[in-house]
C-alpha cells in the first residue's frame, strides 16, 4: 500500500523558512516523480514543485521560484520541501503527491502538513 | 501558462441524477487532463486520467471524456457519497495547473 507521510509545517513569520518532509512507503521510490501540491484556506489546489524519477529534474511554479527548493533523498524514501522568503500567501496544507506510472498526474496524495505564515 | 475553467463552480442536484462538469483549457493539451475528489477536510482522491482512463477501484458510475480544449466529467447516477468538490487538472506542459473546482451539493 502506497503512504506518503508529510511533516514539517508550522507557523512561521513572515521572511521565515520551513522544511517539509515527505516520507514514502509501498513503491519503488526512485521510480516516480514526486510533487509537491498546496492549498490555501478555503481555496482551490494549486501546484507548487515536481521533481523526476529519474534524472531529478526540477519544475517550479512562478510563484514560489527562487525561494522554494524541492529534493528528494532516494536512500530514505524522502522527499523535502525547502520553503525560504515565505509570505502571507504561502499560508496553506502542502500535500505530496506521487506521479501516476509515466503520467504526470498524482495517483496518491499524503494527508497534508499545515503552514501558517503570520506576524 | 496554460489556464484550466471549471464550470459549473457549484451545482446542486438529486441523488440518482446524471451530472456533468465542464472543463476547458486556455490551448490544446491533447488528453493529458485527470479529475480529482475532494472531499471536506481530506486530501485529494484520484478518479481519472488521460480524459478517460477510469483509476482502479473508482466506480464506474464516473466517467471522463474530451480531447483537445473541452473535457467533462460525468457522475451518471449521483449518490451521497458523490458530495464533494472536484478539480481537473492539465499535464501537458511542465507547469501543472487546475481547474478553481466545482462543488457537487445532494438536495
Known amino acids: 500500500e502506497v503512504q506518503l507521510l508529510e511533516s514539517g509545517g508550522g507557523l512561521v513569520q513572515p521572511g521565515g523558512s520551513l522544511r517539509l518532509s515527505c516520507a514514502a512507503s509501498?513503491?519503488?521510490?526512485?521510480?516516480?516523480?514526486l510533487s509537491w501540491v498546496r492549498q490555501a484556506p478555503g481555496k482551490g489546489l494549486e501546484w507548487v514543485s515536481t521533481i523526476s524519477g529519474s534524472d531529478e529534474s526540477t519544475f517550479y511554479a512562478d510563484s514560489v521560484k527562487g525561494r522554494f527548493t524541492i529534493s528528494r533523498d532516494n536512500s530514505k524514501n524522502t522527499l523535502y520541501l525547502q520553503v525560504n522568503s515565505l509570505r502571507a500567501e504561502d499560508t496553506a496544507v502542502y500535500y505530496c503527491?506521487?506521479?501516476?506510472?509515466?503520467?504526470?498526474?498524482?495517483?496518491?496524495w499524503g494527508q497534508g502538513t499545515q503552514v501558517t505564515v503570520s506576524s | 501558462d496554460i489556464q484550466m475553467t471549471q464550470s459549473p463552480s457549484t451545482l446542486s442536484a438529486s441523488v440518482g441524477d446524471r451530472v456533468t462538469i465542464t472543463c476547458r483549457a486556455s490551448?490544446?493539451?491533447?488528453?493529458?487532463l485527470a479529475w480529482y475528489q475532494q472531499k471536506p477536510g481530506k486530501a485529494p482522491k484520484f478518479l481519472i486520467y488521460?480524459?478517460?482512463s477510469l483509476e482502479s477501484g473508482v466506480p464506474s458510475r464516473f466517467s471522463g471524456s474530451g480531447s483537445g480544449t473541452e473535457f467533462t466529467l460525468t457522475i451518471s447516477s449521483l449518490q451521497p457519497d458523490d458530495l464533494a468538490t472536484y478539480y481537473c487538472q492539465q499535464y501537458n506542459s511542465y507547469s501543472w495547473t487546475f481547474g478553481q473546482g466545482t462543488k457537487v451539493e445532494i438536495k
Open positions: 490551448q490544446s493539451i491533447g488528453s493529458w
Open positions: 488521460k480524459a478517460s
Open positions: 509501498g513503491f519503488t521510490f526512485n521510480n516516480y516523480g
Open positions: 503527491a506521487k506521479s501516476y506510472s509515466s503520467n504526470w498526474c498524482f495517483d496518491h
